[in-house]
């Protein structure tokens, strides 16, 4: 009887399937890890390892190391914050539903990353600190929040066998843009170091300053060429 109905009241026989598909809440969770859906949840409880969440009146946990890209010191403080996550494992058998927000934060810094390295032109001068020290060169954290790596040939203009010979870990350092692809931004601070002793090897432009007579001689051949 209730199938009658419910069929008068549909268009199709798939709105009536989904209609009892949806039903059992475990069948719109597992639809949400198909597709991916992005839900917006409050945090309501923390546990050993992790945060809970309620989906469609499911208890979902949300391991630690999926909270954050980073390290988490006190989970307390997730405690009723509102979070993105997607179902990454729905075992209704088990009674298991698994969230994460990684892949949702990991997507939005790889926009902001793209945003930032875009607004970089190749030839600038920019700040920024040595954060590590390789056998091939140095990785710079610069002032836009940027990586970038000053390969070993172009830390100095005097040949060097390592880049602790000049830099250490958190000096300041002025770098140009030589280069970006892929990602990864190419940077010099031999270039700069050329540019400038170019700048004080050209000599300054000699400025003649003529004699007084030589301005009188000047001014009296401006006025012959009047008629009083």
């Known amino acids: 009887m209730e199938k009658e109905v419910l069929l008068e009241n549909t268009e199709t ?17 597992k639809r949400y890890l198909e ?22 009146g499911i208890r979902g946990f949300i391991p630690a190391s999926r909270l954050s890209l980073s390290y988490i010191d006190d989970l307390e403080s997730y405690l009723l914050k509102e979070v993105d996550v997607k179902v990454i494992e729905a075992d209704q058998a ?3 539903l698994v969230l994460s927000a ?16 875009a607004s970089v032109e ?17 990785f710079v954290r610069l002032e836009n929040g940027l990586s970038g790596l000053v390969h070993i040939s172009q830390i ?18 002025n ?8 990602g990864k931004i190419s940077l010099s601070i031999k270039a700069l170091l050329i540019e400038a002793e170019k700048a004080e090897e050209e000599p300054e432009e000699a ?20 008629k009083l």
């Open 94 to 96: 088990g009674g298991r």
């Open 35 to 56: 597709e991916g859906t992005v839900l917006h949840l409050t945090i309501e409880g923390i546990v050993n390892g992790g945060a809970i969440a309620m989906v469609e």
């Open 122 to 138: 190749i030839g600038s001068t920019l700040k920024g600190n040595v954060e590590s020290l390789q056998s091939y060169g140095a």
């Open 207 to 226: 400025v003649e300053i003529p004699e007084a007579e030589a301005i009188g001689t000047s001014l009296g051949d401006l006025f012959k060429k009047f």
């Open 102 to 117: 990684r892949e949702i934060l990991k997507e939005e810094e790889k926009k902001a990353k793209e945003a930032l390295l």
């Open 13 to 29: 026989m798939a709105d009536y399937e989904a209609h009892f598909d949806d039903a059992n809440p475990w069948n719109i969770v």
């Open 156 to 173: 100095s203009n005097q040949r060097i066998k390592s880049a602790n010979q000049v830099l250490k870990v958190g000096d300041e350092v």
């Open 175 to 182: 770098v140009k843009v030589i280069g970006i692809k892929d």
